[in-house]
């Protein structure tokens, strides 16, 4: 076989190659989301048939497969529970609703549906009312450990482990770490204890990995602590928390200058008239005694 026609079968046979390469590749990255999705997909397309049995045992699947996002976690609870109501288990279907309100406070459910359904929600709702306390988090900065604290409250127990992405302002990549989810995490963060402030994004995860609470993205990272001069105040959005440590002295804050120089200030001119009024009187009483 001459050299040319040889160099050009094993090209056409390497291409070939290639190719098939490729649409494995393709088929597999395509292939792996709908396999991700694919018990909730199933609960939704059996909810939709009104197969309410089928619908729990897949939303039942969907929670096991884990790595949902708060939303999809919230709607598998909402099958969960109308589910259990349809099969006459209204302590499941609470238990259900419950879980879905503490993930979501303002989650509702279908108002067609019949009172069956919705008793077991209203009840969830009742349950949550009563309640001083929330699934909720707060992230402090520990300026004197170089940390974030992360406390937890978890009324019903449905947390199982918290991930915390950090990094100082102005870098670029995160440091990230896990612990078991309780009342209070600390993370250390490398060069926390000279940094003004510490951005963050979190995450709670139930046992089976799927998201419970959610703080910032990587994208709109949260922070918490000072940043050029201003103390971050109240929580959520991108200024979240506060300092364990008092935030430093006072002394070092420009507004504590600022209200001290004007405090003088009025101070000498109220001395100022005191002296003129004094002076007064007091040459007034001398012409009156004349």
């Not at 076989?1 to 395509?30: D, E, G, Q, W, Y």
């Not at 108002?111 to 988090?137: I, K, N, T």
């Not at 959610?214 to 201003?230: D, F, K, M």
């Amino acid at each position: 076989m001459p050299m040319k026609t040889l160099h050009a079968a094993i090209a056409r046979a390497l291409f070939a190659s290639l190719r098939v390469a490729a649409l494995c590749v393709a088929s597999i990255c395509v292939a792996s989301p709908a396999s991700a999705q694919s018990a909730l997909a199933d609960a939704e397309s059996a909810y939709q048939d009104i197969d309410f049995e089928r619908t729990r045992e897949r939303a039942n699947a969907a929670l096991r497969e884990g790595g949902k996002s708060k939303r999809q976690l919230v709607r598998i609870y909402e099958l969960l529970g109308i589910s259990a109501a349809a099969s006459g288990d209204a302590q499941a279907s609470r238990d259900a609703y419950v879980r879905m309100l503490a993930i979501d406070p303002e989650a509702q459910v279908d108002s067609d549906l019949s009172p069956r359904f919705r008793e077991p929600f209203m009840e969830a709702r009742g349950y949550w009312s009563s309640r001083s306390d929330q699934l909720d988090v707060e992230v402090r900065f520990d300026r004197a450990r170089g940390a974030l604290r992360v406390l937890l409250s978890d009324p019903v127990g449905m947390a199982n482990q918290t991930k915390l992405m950090s990094r100082l302002p102005g870098t670029i990549e995160f440091a990230e770490a896990t612990r078991p989810a309780n009342d209070s995490v600390r993370f250390d963060v490398s060069g926390a204890a000279d940094a003004g402030a510490i951005e963050y994004v979190l995450r709670v995860e139930d046992e089976y990995g799927n998201t419970i609470i959610e703080r910032g993205t990587e994208e709109e990272p949260n922070r918490v602590g000072q940043l050029s001069g201003a103390v971050s105040s109240g929580s959520g959005g991108n200024n979240g928390g506060g300092e364990e440590d008092g935030g430093g002295s006072v002394l070092k804050s420009p507004w504590f200058w600022v209200v001290t120089g004007v405090v003088l200030a009025g101070a000498g001119v109220g001395a100022y008239f005191l002296t003129q009024d004094a002076s007064t009187d007091l040459s007034i009483t001398t012409t009156i005694g004349q």
